[in-house]
């Protein structure tokens, strides 16, 4: 089993409409979440980063953290063919460790 | 603030060839990373520097990789001799503050080929 499991889709649709990304991981002392938005043929570069449970909100951007399930989310409203990537999610122990555990991307795309 | 500059972009090689990528970090980064990116799956730290030290190389395959950071800035990753599977984009990434895994910055990577 993978540490971390992110369905790799691809998942297209329509301008405007809510995208819904998720990943399940199985280390239960993962602290830092983090998803990276990853362009063709680019690097990643990373979204938003949560610590914990909870969620955090930037611009069309939430992020969601359910420790209990192990579960993670991204969710992108109104999106825009600009958000058409590979999206992926990483998570740490600690916040000063730099092993992060990826997951193997999703790519979307958004048509216009 | 000029990113991290990764070079060649692209290379095809063949098997039992050797290969070398060259990484400049971001001015002023002391952590440089070299990760390997296999299509379809997310990357994986190979090796890890702070300044010119090895603080972690666990995952590299030392007996065909290797690496160095000659000075603490630019870094050079080499292969030999490469096998098919590791066909795969290579990523630098540095860090400023050299621990946080929320602050690393990633090169455009250099997709390998190996045929």
């Known amino acids: 089993q993978k540490e971390v499991e992110q369905d790799p889709g691809p998942l297209s649709v329509p301008e405007g409409a809510i995208v819904s990304l998720n990943c399940t991981y199985s280390n239960s002392a993962f602290q830092y979440f983090m998803w990276y938005r990853q362009y063709s043929r680019k690097g990643p570069e990373l979204l938003m980063y949560t610590y914990s449970s909870g969620n955090k909100e930037d611009g069309r951007f939430t992020a969601q953290v359910d420790k209990s399930s192990k579960y993670i989310s991204l969710f992108i409203r109104d999106s825009q063919p600009s958000d058409s990537a590979t999206y992926l999610c990483?998570?740490?122990?600690?916040?000063?460790?730099?092993?992060?555990?990826f997951g193997a991307g999703t790519t979307v795309t958004v048509r216009a | 603030e000029a990113g991290v500059a990764q070079s060649p972009r692209y290379k095809i090689i063949e098997k039992r060839q050797s290969v070398a990528f060259w990484c400049n970090p971001i001015?002023?980064?002391?952590?440089l990373y070299w990760y390997q990116q296999i299509l379809g799956q997310g990357p994986k730290l190979l090796i890890q520097f702070q300044n010119n030290g090895v603080v972690d190389d666990s995952q590299l395959p030392k007996d065909r990789f290797s690496a160095e950071r000659l000075k603490g800035v630019d870094s050079t990753l080499k292969i030999q001799p490469a096998k098919l599977e590791d066909s795969a984009v290579y990523l630098c990434a540095s860090s400023l503050y050299g621990t946080s895994g929320t602050e690393q910055y990633f090169g455009p990577g250099t997709r390998l080929t190996v045929t």
């Open positions: 990483a998570m740490s122990l600690r916040s000063n460790d730099y092993k992060l555990s």
């Open positions: 001015s002023g980064h002391a952590t």
